[in-house]
């Protein structure tokens, strides 16, 4: 038998996810047999593997030792960099600025990423105690397009995590884009909505004014400002929907494509390797209702790189 104690790091997990992290050689079918054969007691009860742990609930698995046993998986984040560049942290999240090229999370054939770096960084820092198998690993809350510089937030713990994850779906959290336009969009502001539909033959996002017949188009809206009009202008530009190269396929559907972005029509690179784009700003948008995170309310973090802020 094993005795855990749930923190804020199994704060709201499900009991049965819970054990598959704490029971490392259990299979799935062990989870739940136990669970049916009430092995499993929350504060001296049994409960379905649905229940949703709170803080400071007393967890007992009446299970053999050697579910127990099993070697813990090896994280390779471990052995990334470090070196981050931090907007904004504090005990619950870290936003950090991922620089163009790097991937926000591995990706097959790459290991480095930001995410991983996150890890390191905290790991490093003391706040990541791999004596004990840990039960929630710091992760991003969403990401970014690997050639797409900017911020991007990473939970610390599954508490911060969960209300992150549900304020960026209720766009309590707002995420703004700096961007250079070949040309200034017409009007100077507005918002630019369609379809969008990927092309496997070339690997591009198609945009469509009217929904296609295509069961696979995605609806999406972006709204705009002009920050600059002198050419190459630039554009504040914020997401409604999160869709693959959105804001690249928009601005290159009205006839101003990023500057630097060949793959949707422009020319000048501005002697740039990526498109000129960043996730600049993030706005936590929300009143304080006494939350966990709502001492963010209606705070701002901003970075902007330098070939930005320069030609503002």
């Given at each position: 038998?094993?005795?855990?104690?749930?923190?804020?790091?199994?704060?709201?997990?499900?009991?049965?996810?819970?054990?598959?992290?704490?029971?490392?050689?259990?299979?799935?079918?062990?989870?739940?047999?136990?669970?049916?054969?009430?092995?499993?007691?929350?504060?001296?009860?049994?409960?379905?593997?649905?229940?949703?742990?709170?803080?400071?609930?007393?967890?007992?698995?009446?299970?053999?030792?050697?579910?127990?046993?099993?070697?813990?998986?090896?994280?390779?984040?471990?052995?990334?960099?470090?070196?981050?560049?931090?907007?904004?942290?504090?005990?619950?999240?870290?936003?950090?600025?991922?620089?163009?090229?790097?991937?926000?999370?591995?990706?097959?054939?790459?290991?480095?990423?930001?995410?991983?770096?996150?890890?390191?960084?905290?790991?490093?820092?003391?706040?990541?105690?791999?004596?004990?198998?840990?039960?929630?690993?710091?992760?991003?809350?969403?990401?970014i397009d690997?050639?797409?510089?900017?911020?991007?937030?990473?939970?610390?713990?599954?508490?911060?995590?969960?209300?992150?994850?549900?304020?960026?779906?209720?766009?309590?959290?707002?995420?703004?884009?700096?961007?250079?336009?070949?040309?200034?969009?017409?009007?100077?502001?507005?918002?630019?909505?369609?379809?969008?539909?990927?092309?496997?033959?070339?690997?591009?996002?198609?945009?469509?004014?009217?929904?296609?017949?295509?069961?696979?188009?995605?609806?999406c809206k972006?709204?705009?400002?002009?920050?600059?009009?002198?050419?190459?202008?630039?554009?504040?530009?914020?997401?409604?929907?999160?869709?693959?190269?959105?804001?690249?396929?928009?601005?290159?559907?009205?006839?101003?494509?990023?500057?630097?972005?060949?793959?949707?029509?422009?020319?000048?690179?501005?002697?740039g390797k990526?498109?000129?784009?960043?996730?600049?700003?993030?706005?936590?948008?929300?009143?304080?209702?006494?939350?966990?995170?709502?001492?963010?309310?209606?705070?701002?973090?901003?970075?902007?790189?330098?070939?930005?802020?320069?030609?503002?």
């Amino acid at each position: 038998m094993k005795k855990f104690t749930a923190d804020k790091n199994s704060e709201g997990m499900r009991l049965d996810r819970f054990m598959s992290k704490s029971v490392p050689g259990a299979r799935t079918g062990d989870i739940y047999k136990a669970l049916r054969k009430k092995k499993v007691r929350v504060n001296g009860k049994h409960f379905d593997g649905a229940y949703r742990l709170s803080i400071g609930d007393e967890i007992c698995i009446y299970m053999n030792d050697e579910f127990f046993d099993a070697e813990a998986p090896a994280f390779q984040w471990v052995n990334s960099p470090c070196e981050i560049d931090v907007a904004y942290e504090d005990s619950n999240i870290v936003i950090a600025y991922k620089p163009a090229g790097l991937p926000s999370q591995e990706i097959e054939g790459v290991k480095d990423s930001l995410e991983s770096r996150i890890r390191s960084y905290l790991f490093r820092k003391g706040e990541i105690n791999m004596s004990e198998r840990p039960l929630f690993v710091p992760s991003l809350c969403h990401r970014i397009d690997r050639n797409t510089a900017g911020l991007l937030i990473a939970a610390k713990n599954h508490t911060a995590q969960t209300i992150v994850n549900q304020m960026i779906k209720e766009r309590k959290i707002r995420k703004l884009y700096l961007c250079r336009t070949e040309r200034a969009p017409k009007p100077s502001a507005g918002e630019i909505c369609g379809w969008l539909v990927r092309s496997d033959r070339d690997k591009k996002m198609i945009f469509y004014d009217e929904k296609p017949k295509n069961a696979a188009a995605q609806y999406c809206k972006t709204a705009y400002r002009t920050v600059n009009k002198a050419a190459p202008c630039i554009v504040e530009a914020e997401l409604f929907t999160g869709r693959k190269h959105q804001i690249r396929v928009s601005f290159a559907h009205i006839g101003c494509p990023l500057c630097g972005d060949v793959k949707y029509g422009a020319g000048d690179t501005r002697g740039g390797k990526y498109q000129a784009l960043e996730a600049y700003k993030i706005v936590f948008d929300f009143d304080d209702k006494g939350g966990p995170l709502d001492y963010l309310a209606h705070r701002t973090v901003e970075r902007q790189s330098t070939a930005l802020r320069d030609e503002r």
